[in-house]
């Protein structure tokens, strides 16, 4: 890429992660937000407001006359492929947030067309800017705990509107055709995700998606799914009902030479259990790179230095964790486990 700074827009601000970040970006060297683009006029104003950009009630006279280098997306889940593919057209760079789409054939949509137009798509994970995750994954993968068998991520709450999310979020959170769902896609997609960084591709799942308390809630507020291995297991919990915090966010990794839970947020501790240490001890934690300590950082890196992005956040680990959790909504209504298709 060009040493001049990025230039980066913005393209909906209806999710409530857009303030987080663009607040993060403003911090990022290389880097410079030029405009933002919702149909909303608050948003807008708040975006113009707090980060001086430019702004426009719509995205595609954003790009024509802005003409940035890269957008990050910030919309519904289903308007992530109509948004990635007037960003491509014009050569711009893609970030979303997760999950990649709101179905498969949305997500690979989102694939060939940035092949296509030779641009790059990350998938922003909130959880992969946790260093004790990163370093979590770094030992899995790297053999640190032996042949793995299991991992587990429990994503819960009490409900987005119980939680204090936007209007303009939760309309589309509880919103099945925008979101692609409701808790299942909403928070079984961090455990589909990180089985399929860990394990691979499972060759079956099942799911289970119920509502179980919130009787004005069309779609489930509760799921679970299993994802089948030849020679492990693992599964991802998703709650909008949830009273407290305890259990959340928690991920636990287990191998065949011990067992690692990493606890949420920025500085939970990453534990390590042995034959030696049954009870765990902590594992020390190496600061991130400035680049792997946010997603923004980590998008402007990448696209400046040409670097791979963080493997949690690789596209193509996002369209097989929407068939992942694709095949378990399908489980779901079917009351019985579902093969993966290739």
């Known amino acids: 890429m060009k040493e001049s700074p990025l230039r980066l827009a913005i393209l909906g601000l209806t999710h409530d992660h857009a303030w987080a970040n663009l607040a993060e970006l403003r911090a990022v060297k290389g880097a410079r937000l030029v405009a933002a683009a919702d149909s909303h006029a608050p948003l807008r104003a708040r975006a113009k407001r707090e980060f001086a950009c430019a702004t426009y009630a719509d995205a595609r006279l954003l790009l024509e006359r802005e003409r940035p280098d890269a957008v990050l997306i910030f919309s519904d889940n289903a308007a992530h492929v109509p948004l990635t593919e007037l960003a491509a057209a ?16 949305g997500a690979e949509r989102m694939l060939a067309l940035t092949r296509q137009h030779r641009v790059r798509l990350m998938v922003n994970w909130p959880i992969a800017w946790w260093p004790q995750l990163q370093q979590a994954v770094s030992l899995a993968t790297s053999g640190g705990i032996g042949d793995l068998w299991q991992v587990k991520y429990r994503a819960a709450h009490a409900g987005p509107r119980e939680m204090g999310c936007s209007r303009y979020f939760s309309e ?15 928070y079984c997609c961090y455990g589909a995700m990180l089985a399929r960084v860990l394990l691979g591709r499972p060759t079956r799942v099942t799911g289970i998606a119920e509502r179980l308390l919130k009787r004005d809630l069309r779609g489930e507020d509760n799921g679970l799914l299993a994802m089948h291995y030849p020679h492990a297991l693992a599964l991802a919990e998703a709650s909008w009902t949830q009273i407290g915090h305890l259990s959340s966010y928690f991920t636990f990794i287990h191998g065949t030479k011990g067992t690692l839970l990493a606890e949420p947020g920025d500085t939970g501790r990453l534990l390590l259990a042995t034959e030696k240490e049954p009870d765990g001890k902590a594992v020390k934690v190496p600061r991130p790179k400035a680049h792997l300590r946010n997603a923004s950082a980590h998008f402007v890196h990448a696209l ?15 369209r097989d964790t929407q068939a992942i959790l694709e095949a378990g909504m399908q489980s779901a209504r079917k009351r019985a486990a579902v093969t993966l298709k290739k």
């Open 90 to 105: 014009h050569g711009a760079h893609v970030f979303v947030e997760k999950p990649l789409a709101a179905d498969l054939a």
């Open 172 to 186: 589309w959170l509880y919103d099945a055709r925008r979101n692609g769902g409701a808790a299942f896609i909403d």
């Open 304 to 318: 400046k230095t040409g670097d791979a992005f963080h493997p949690l956040c690789d596209a193509r680990i996002g």
